[in-house]
């Protein structure tokens, strides 16, 4: 697991955000309580179903923006699979800390940790098989970032982060260009070095094409696979260098067939947008 959280910089100002929003004019309920007091308190987070635990440095510094002398010690790695009712973290610091940030920090953890876990099961049907399992930009407004760091966790690796990374000729791009040679020849004369081209294929025509154009990616799109098997043929003997994607309604059930087709990469948006909540609770 090689998964990277974004620096400081940028994270804090999304829990801060997040924070606020919970927050607004203040927590009326732990305020009232602790108005004129310091308290310190301790605190355990618990799994309350298997799976795998993600974004806990994040939680950390959720409690930290709150109390900079929060102690929060992972019990386990992240990654790690857990089983129910495992302890996963213990904290200590400020009361008025703990209680305030539960909210987000749980959120945050639980939906990352489901991402994790329905990312893990795709990356074992697969996993003796050289073909990747890559996410896609099918994620939750405002929240790319960590979804994207929650499927690195589960195993996968990270398709383009944003439309700025790389270039992506899709099927309504080669609609309004008139076809992928315009396409392609248009944003060759345009980009910078050393953006790579990818091109979202339909048919063996279309493949021909984009093998023509010299294209850096072809995805194979809604393909099936016999038809699949012959797009790879034809690549890989036109030149072996270009890299090969499968995409389009990929399931648990379905994605290993795709696999034994030979591409490289296959992506999906299941493991982000089919995934459901990893339960955790936490109890002073």
């Known amino acids: 697991m090689n998964a990277v959280l974004p620096p400081a910089l940028i994270l804090d100002r999304l829990l801060q955000d997040w924070l606020l929003e919970d927050i607004g004019r203040g927590d009326r309920t732990t305020q009232s309580l602790f108005a004129d007091q310091l308290k310190s308190g301790k605190a355990e987070w618990r799994c309350k179903e298997a799976g795998i635990v993600a974004g806990l440095p994040i939680a950390a510094r959720v409690f930290q923006l709150l ?12 990654g790690q699979w857990c089983e129910a009712g495992q302890p996963i973290a213990q904290l200590e610091g400020l009361l008025d800390a703990l209680l305030i940030g539960e909210r987000v920090a749980l959120n945050l953890v639980m939906r990352l940790s489901g991402i994790a ?10 996993a003796d ?11 939750t407004p405002g929240l790319r970032l960590l979804e994207k760091y929650a499927t690195q966790v589960g195993g ?3 398709h383009r982060m944003g439309l700025d990374d790389s ?7 080669i609609t309004a260009a008139g076809g992928i040679a315009n ?11 050393p953006l790579t081209v990818e091109v979202e294929t339909e048919t063996l025509s279309q493949v021909q094409e984009a093998l023509q154009h ?7 799109d809604n393909m099936a696979p016999d038809l699949m098997r012959q797009a790879v043929n034809l690549i ?3 030149n072996d260098r270009i890299k090969i994607e499968a995409s389009g309604n990929i399931t648990l059930s379905t994605i290993r067939t795709v696999a034994e087709t030979g591409v490289d990469y296959i992506s999906s948006s299941a493991p982000i947008t089919r995934s459901t909540w990893l339960d955790l609770s936490m109890k002073m």
Do not use: C
């Not at 098989?129 to 994620?139: A, G, H, I, N, S």
């Not at 010299?214 to 194979?220: E, P, S």
């Open 236 to 238: 890989r003997q036109t």
């Open 129 to 139: 098989l050289p073909t990747q399992l890559v996410d896609t930009r099918k994620t």
């Open 67 to 78: 109390d900079h002398q929060m102690k929060f010690t992972s019990l386990v790695g992240e």
């Open 183 to 193: 396409a392609i020849a248009q944003i060759r004369t345009r980009i910078p070095y």
């Open 117 to 126: 876990t329905l990312t893990h099961k795709f990356v074992e049907t697969i």
């Open 214 to 220: 010299r294209a850096d990616i072809i995805m194979l």
């Open 167 to 173: 270039v992506m000729i899709k099927d309504n791009h």
């Open 156 to 158: 996968a690796i990270n």
